[in-house]
């Protein structure tokens, strides 16, 4: 059986999905450097936490729910 973080491919998330996570977290902060920095702590801690995916959902949707965590930390704090 492959090890779970096998199931992610970090190599290629920046050319899949940054520009669909930006977009999304420029929407929901309302600045794009903000933005930025949410879609570069996302991938970080989707990095740090990829024994954490269980694949029951495709690497976009497991990114989405980190970026939503974090984008709402940050509201929270403002």
Request: aromatic share 10%; hydrophobic share 40%.
């Amino acid at each position: 059986m492959p090890q779970k973080s096998n199931l992610l491919n970090p190599d290629k998330w920046i050319d899949n999905y940054a520009d669909y996570l930006f977009n999304y977290a420029v929407v929901r902060v309302n600045n794009a450097d903000l933005a930025k920095d949410l879609v570069q702590d996302t991938f970080i801690a989707g990095i740090k936490s990829a024994k954490n995916f269980k694949g029951k959902s495709n690497e976009r949707t497991w990114l989405i729910s980190i970026l939503k965590k974090k984008g709402n930390r940050l509201l929270q704090k403002n």
